[in-house]
């Protein structure tokens, strides 16, 4: 075992025998952090009810599955400076990035599209969401949400395709209803500044309200400069993550310059602007109508880790760059409590989203500039009912069911332009150039059994129709070996559950689950060079993949000042898809720009099995100082052909302590990850070497943080960090650009 996951499990193990003497209480499944404005000397506080696991909200003590909460205190204690940063100090959630502009989630040996995020009751993956690496999560606005919820392990019954490492549920901030002939306003703000990319954001969020109408506006600003990592490489491997270069164009000719310091990674930087608007309409004491509205978008996002390419001993691109990615979705939902027959609550909801993003990139001293350029419309309904059953007052039965479809509409098209000339000439087009369609219908049940105070069960089935449909209207500047592509599927996923309460500290659960994902059109239809020399392209034979999940847990919680949780998963999963090697026209290579290339496409592989862990311990160690440890293990194979499968990060964790005062905080929060050896590396991934990668593998790393929180005022807090202390130049798995160096981390934050 490595020695960073030994320390982490001494460490868990430690603090729990330290306290094992508090008093006991009934446990809950999720605890969270004690509001800002607690007691020091007080206990956690209660779990929350949750949604992501029915949809409806649910005490969390009847939840038979892994999931976390993370709260608006939570993240304005954490200061992270996008949605992704927020998800990836939970300790439980590792998070990749190729650029700065970046954050792709890893659940359970999943990521990109294999996880669904999910904001108000909406999906928010698409038909062109890749199997690569996504960046998604930032565009949604951290100071914007109610709440985060992270459900661990196959969501398909709840959320159909997609699910299969889990999903994360985001609520935005609700407004609120005065009393009857009053008036409610009130607000907050908040200024951060960080020294490692010169951030300067800044968010302001308004809520008015009537006991009729209730509105919530949030706008949000960040801008980024270029990201410099820490200072301090590591000696094993002192040229890893160094940016002595870059390209800058002078007097029309690309020129490689000398970078005078080289951890800044230039070109790194970027903005973007977010903006939600949710109004409420009251229309009788158990009926709403509900408006949500969100807009972000961006401006370029360099792609660092193709600007580090060389070849031929010089710079492979003078620029590869996101162009701005923009996203708006608009949802209409009514909302009832007023029971019926047909139910005793109901959401029903209607959404419009739509997607526009770019991929640009220009070799260098070459004047051509490709730009490939999708949209896409996402039309979608959801109704979702819960419906009590219970006519014994000692049994509690609930039943949550409902319908959803969508309708995705993709456009993509690519073009060449000499950047002298302004010449515009046709280029290939990351998916068809005819347009795709992707439809989808499905239903599902679950059935929630109180039989006591001490045991629930849930039982829940899904089925899912899927259509998608692709059409190549122009073969001359790629060569398709044919012009259409087609797939129509369905699958029935199923859960079952069961939660006891075993002694009044201790709770036990276990949930087995079955999950699918159907291809998108990036599966089956894209044409992308992913790395260096792996160009993947269409394959019409491409399938589902289903994954089956048993998971166990348990929770100890002796007393309201300690909390011990531990999760256990095994996964089998079918026909998964991965990038292997393939041929186009019966040929294993391409000429690409001039450079033999090799051909990779999104294969069917058969059967690959993820096992792993999770624990998570909180506890007061005395009156004032809390601790938090946290730690991660999973592993993943290819057991047809004995190789690794993608998104397998090595074992993490962090331990944080946390000294609180009524009006002012200090902590420091340790954070580290182990080394992944070089034949743990997948297939297509081995062509990032020296990027991703070191000839080694990922190496391990640690980092040390201190924090400090002051509230002159009950209204105003004033919120420093300084992010890895010792200034260390590191990678975390999978990523193309260094983690921030030592990091100065000011927030001012004023509610009213």
């Known amino acids: 075992m490595n020695a960073a996951l030994r320390a982490g499990a001494t460490v868990l193990c430690g603090l729990a025998l330290a306290c094992s003497s508090a008093m006991a209480q009934e446990p809950v499944r999720t605890v969270v952090e004690p509001n800002d404005t607690a007691d020091t000397t007080a206990a956690f506080d209660s779990a929350p009810v949750v949604i992501s696991a029915s949809r409806w909200n649910e005490r969390?003590?009847?939840?038979?599955?892994?999931?976390?909460?993370?709260?608006?205190?939570?993240?304005a204690r954490q200061n992270p400076p996008t949605t992704a940063d927020a998800i990836a100090q939970t300790g439980l959630v590792h998070v990749q990035k190729s650029q700065l502009g970046g954050g792709s989630p890893m659940l359970r040996g999943y990521g990109a599209n294999t996880v669904l995020l999910v904001v108000d009751g909406v999906r928010m993956n698409n038909?062109?969401?890749?199997?690569?690496?996504?960046?998604?999560?930032?565009?949604?606005?951290?100071?914007?949400?109610?709440?985060?919820?992270?459900?661990?392990?196959?969501?398909?019954?709840?959320?159909?395709?997609?699910?299969?490492?889990?999903a994360m549920v985001f609520t935005t901030r609700r407004p609120t209803f005065a009393d009857s002939g009053r008036t409610h306003d009130g607000g907050t703000a908040f200024l951060r500044y960080g020294s490692a990319a010169n951030l300067a954001a800044g968010s302001v969020a308004i809520d008015v309200g009537s006991d009729v109408l209730a509105s919530s506006t949030v706008i949000s600003v960040s801008r980024f400069g270029d990201l410099t990592g820490g200072a301090n490489f590591m000696s094993a491997y002192p040229t890893f993550g160094r940016r002595d270069w870059y390209v800058e164009r002078i007097d029309g000719v690309d020129t490689e310059r000398a970078n005078n310091n080289p951890a800044t990674q230039v070109p790194s930087g970027y903005a973007q602007i977010n903006l939600l608007e949710n109004l409420h309409w009251r229309l009788s004491k158990g009926a709403t109508l509900e408006y949500g509205g969100q807009f972000t978008t961006s401006t370029n996002v360099p792609r660092y880790d193709r600007l580090v390419e060389r070849r031929n001993n010089q710079p492979r691109f003078a620029e590869w760059y996101y162009g701005p990615q923009l996203w708006t979705m608009h949802s209409l939902t009514y909302r009832t409590g007023n029971g019926s027959w047909l139910a005793d609550e109901a959401a029903i909801?209607?959404?419009?989203?739509?997607?526009?993003?770019?991929?640009?990139?220009?070799?260098?001293?070459?004047?051509?500039?490709?730009?490939?350029?999708?949209?896409?419309?996402?039309?979608?309904?959801?109704?979702?009912?819960?419906?009590?059953?219970?006519?014994?007052?000692s049994a509690e039965i609930d039943l949550y069911y409902g319908i959803e479809a969508y309708l995705n509409d993709v456009q993509s098209a690519g073009q060449r332009r000499n950047i002298v000339t302004n010449v515009i000439t046709p280029a290939a087009s990351r998916y068809p150039n005819g347009g795709s369609t992707v439809s989808s219908a499905a239903a599902y049940a679950q059935l929630r059994y109180g039989f006591s105070d001490r045991l629930t069960v849930s039982v829940g089935v899904r089925g899912t129709w899927y259509d998608l449909r692709s059409s190549i209207a122009d073969t001359s500047v790629f060569p398709y070996p044919f012009t259409d592509l087609s797939l129509t599927t369905s699958a029935f996923t199923g859960s079952f559950g069961a939660t006891w309460v075993a002694t009044p500290e201790l709770t036990l659960h276990a949930n087995a689950a079955s999950g699918f994902r159907a291809p998108n059109v990036d599966d089956i239809a894209k044409v992308f060079?992913?790395?260096?020399?792996?160009?993947?392209?269409?394959n019409s034979s491409l399938g589902p993949e289903y994954v089956r999940t048993l998971e166990a847990g348990l929770l100890w919680q002796p007393s309201r000042r300690l909390s011990f949780e531990v999760n256990?998963?095994?996964?089998?999963?079918?026909?998964?898809?991965?990038?292997?090697?393939?041929?186009?026209?019966?040929?294993?290579?391409?000429?690409?720009?001039?450079?033999p290339t090799a051909i990779y496409a999104n294969t069917n592989i058969g059967q690959a099995r993820i096992s792993g862990a999770t624990a998570r311990l909180q506890t007061w160690l005395v009156s004032n100082l809390q601790a938090l440890a946290t730690v991660s293990y999973t592993y993943g194979i290819d057991t047809d052909a004995n190789a690794p499968v993608s998104h397998i990060p090595p074992a993490f964790g962090t331990v944080q302590l946390t000294w609180r005062e009524p009006t002012w905080s200090v902590g420091a929060q340790f954070w580290w990850a182990a080394a992944q050896t070089f034949d743990q590396i997948p297939m297509d991934d081995e062509a990032k070497i020296g990027i991703n990668y070191t000839q080694d593998g990922t190496p391990a790393w640690r980092r040390l943080d201190l924090s400090a929180s002051y509230r002159p005022l009950s209204t105003l807090e004033v919120i420093v960090q300084m992010e890895n202390l010792f200034d260390l130049n590191y990678h975390t798995f999978a990523s193309g650009i260094s983690a921030p160096g030592r990091n100065l981390v000011v927030s001012v934050r004023y509610g009213w």
Do not use: H, K
Request: no cysteine.
């Open 349 to 393: 909801t209607a959404s419009m989203q739509y997607y526009e993003e770019s991929r640009n990139d220009r070799p260098f001293q070459n004047d051509l500039l490709r730009s490939q350029n999708e949209t896409v419309w996402v039309g979608s309904l959801n109704a979702d009912l819960r419906r009590s059953l219970s006519e014994d007052p």
């Open 529 to 538: 060079e992913t790395g260096p020399g792996v160009l993947v392209i269409p």
């Open 568 to 595: 256990g998963y095994t996964s089998w999963a079918t026909d998964a898809i991965e990038v292997r090697p393939s041929t186009l026209n019966g040929q294993d290579t391409i000429d690409l720009d001039g450079t």
């Open 60 to 75: 969390t003590s009847t939840v038979s599955r892994e999931i976390i909460t993370i709260t608006p205190a939570q993240i």
């Open 127 to 166: 038909a062109i969401y890749r199997a690569g690496n996504l960046q998604n999560s930032i565009t949604i606005d951290g100071a914007a949400l109610d709440a985060a919820e992270i459900l661990f392990g196959p969501g398909s019954v709840q959320y159909g395709s997609d699910a299969l490492g889990g």
